[in-house]
Structures are given as C-alpha cells and as structure tokens.
Nanobody, 115 residues
Framework: QVQLVESGGGLVQPGGSLRLSCAAS????????MSWYRQAPGKERELVATITRPGSPIYADSVKGRFTISRDNVKNTLYLQMNSLKPEDTAVYYC?????????WGQGTQVTVSS
C-alpha cells in the first residue's frame, strides 16, 4: 500500500523559511522521480518542483532561486527547502510522482505565509 506523509508546514512571516518532508513507503522510492505539488484555495493543484531518479532538479518559474528539492533514498524521504517565502506561496503542499501516477495522495501539509 502506497503511503505518502507530508510534514513540516506551518505559519511563517514573509521572507522566512520552512523545510518540508515527505515520508514514502509501499513502493521502491529510489526508482521513481518525485515531485512537490501545491494547491491554494480556489485554485487547481500545480507542480512546484521535480527531482529525477539521478537527482536532477526541475522548478516552476515561480519558485526558482528560492526553493530547493532534494531526496534521501536511504530514508525514503523527499524534501523541499523553501526560502524567501511570499504570501503567494500559501497553499497545501503534497508529494507524488511527476504525473501523480502513484494513485494515492497524502493529506498534505499547510504552508501559510502571512504577517
């Protein structure tokens, strides 16, 4: 059974930082490219960042230079380091494969950027 557990979100002021984690189980994590997604109220889920099997990162233009995606294949964990946070980064953040192909989504972790 595929399980994805996101954590690390919270309330932060503009310009602050957060580090999100995604603990994965039920599949061979190291064989898959993995992505972070986010969904704000009233908006569709959008792709934020992807890290390939060899470890190459790809970012949405809106987060380039501010976010860093990484992975630990021993711990089966995906990370997202978020710096210089902006109010428009406020959303629920999820992890999955680049096409959502695992067929199972976690509850996500809420990130709120506000003064």
């Amino acid at each position: 059974q595929v399980q994805l557990v996101e954590s690390g979100g919270g309330l932060v002021q503009p310009g602050g930082s957060l580090r999100l984690s995604c603990a994965a189980s039920g599949f061979t994590f190291s064989y898959y490219a993995m992505s972070w997604y986010r969904q704000a109220p009233g908006k569709e889920r959008e792709l934020v960042a992807t890290i390939t099997r060899p470890g190459s990162p790809i970012y949405a233009d809106s987060v380039k230079g501010r976010f860093t995606i990484s992975r630990d294949n021993v711990k089966n964990t995906l990370y997202l380091q978020m710096n210089s946070l902006k109010p428009e980064d406020t959303a629920v953040y999820y992890c999955n494969t680049p096409n959502g192909g695992l067929g199972s989504w976690g509850q996500g972790t809420q990130v709120t950027v506000s003064s």
